[in-house]
Structure formats: C-alpha cells, structure tokens
C-alpha cells in the first residue's frame, strides 16, 4: 500500500499550522555549521546570521552539511551513488489507474523504472535509476517506454516536464546525537526516507526534544524519559536570534 498527495498542500499546511502556534520561521537561510557555546549551539549561515538555541534538530538532507561538519561520516560505509532521470508525463495508461509500479529492466548495469500517479489528474511520474553513473537513463527509457511488453502504456503519452537527481547512499549514521545537534531522517539514514518517513522523522525528534526540555535534561538522556510521570509535556521556545 501506499500514498500520493501534494507535497506543496503539505508543507504549506504544516507552516500555516507552524505560525499559528507562534513558531518563528527564517526562511531563506543556507546553514553551513554548527558550534556548540557554553551550553547553547549556535547555528551559523552562509548569509553571516546566526541563531543561537538550546537543541538543534538538523533535517537538511541526504547530503547533510551539518552531519559533515559535525564529524559523523566518519565511519560511514560507501554503498554508491543513486543517479535519476524522471519525468512527468499524461497520457500514460497502465493496467491499475492508482498504483505505484517498480520495474526491473533486464539491462547491464542494472536499472529500474518507478512510476507513481501524482495528485494532478491524469499525471504520473515516470523515473529510470541505476546505482552506475554515467547510463544512458533515456535511452534506457526510450526502450522500455516503445518496445516490448511496457510499450502500449505509453502509446499516447507526452512528457511536460524533465527532472533529475544524484545522491550517495551511505551506512545509516548509528548515532545521531553530537553537541546538541540531532540529526534525522534522511540525515541520518542510508537513503530517502521520502516525504512520509520525513515527515515521521520530524515529529519524534521535535517530541524528543521537548520531553529533554520539559525535563531539564540537555543531553542524549534527556531524549529517552522513563516516565511521564503524569505530566502535561509541551513545547518549550528555547530558539533566539544570536
């Protein structure tokens, strides 16, 4: 089973409900470290702002800056590199109208089609993979798309738009905790956790951090409470502008 929706309604929903609790949101900042001061982490950007706070959750990303400057791939296992070559197209009529396909392609190097219906009507995103740099990924569509069994779904399709991407699959990060700073999802793992998995992921760091706050326990304990104790927890604001 799975789900599509649109990721722009989603965030939007998620800042408006964000301001509403009185959040303060900086938007747009390029955070390029982070540096622990006297008890407080400070926050620094490419733009020469910083912000100081008590925890930082970072959630920047598969190719985490903060994980870098903060020494945690240290000991990271290199898997490879993930290249994509996706497109949005209609038109396209597969046998089961709201299904999410995985395709294996019987080509060396090997290679994958993934195609997902978008929320648009009518719209679906078609994307070829390989873990080898340096494939013909359209040409390797263009076969499976007009020759052969896949051929008669695309028959009347149309591409309206073309995206890509390239990521490095590394050993998840076993611990996520260092100077304050604790780093999620796709941050953290070997691949993307994808817009559900992310979305999980930053809510069980934002309870964590809270309970450690609630709890006056600024350190990697204060994230595993072992009782509420019947307490109402809360957010506690810890975040200024330095």
């Known amino acids: ?11 939007r929903c998620l800042l408006e409900e964000a301001r509403a609790l009185k959040v303060d949101v900086y938007n747009p900042y390029n955070v390029i470290r982070t540096e622990l001061q006297g008890g407080r982490v400070t926050v620094f950007t490419r733009e020469g702002r910083s912000f100081r706070g008590t ?6 990303g598969r190719a985490s800056r903060i994980a870098h400057t903060l020494g945690c791939n240290r000991d990271r296992k290199y898997f490879g590199t993930a290249v994509t070559l996706g497109y949005e197209m209609v038109g396209v009529n597969p046998p089961e109208k709201f299904a999410l396909f995985q395709i294996f392609l019987d080509e060396t190097p090997s290679k994958r089609v993934w195609m997902t219906p ?4 009518d719209t679906y995103f078609v994307m070829t993979t390989s873990l080898s740099p340096g494939q013909d990924l359209a040409g390797a569509f263009e076969r499976f798309s007009t020759k052969g069994f896949f051929a008669p779904w695309f028959e009347k399709a149309e591409i309206k738009r073309t995206l890509t991407s390239a990521g490095n699959a590394q050993s998840h990060i076993v611990d996520p905790y260092k100077d304050q700073v604790l780093l999620v999802s796709d941050a953290v793992w070997c691949q993307e956790a994808e817009m559900t998995g992310a979305v999980i992921s930053g809510w069980k760091a934002a309870s964590a951090v809270s309970f450690a706050l609630a709890d006056g326990k600024i350190s990697a304990k204060g994230f595993h409470p072992t009782s509420a104790g019947g307490k109402r927890r809360c957010w506690i604001n810890t975040t200024t502008e330095a």
Not at 1 to 11: F, I, V
């Open 118 to 121: 978008r929320t648009t009507e």
């Open 55 to 60: 925890f930082v959750i970072a959630a920047d």
């Open 1 to 11: 089973m799975s789900a599509t929706y649109d990721k722009g309604a989603l965030l």
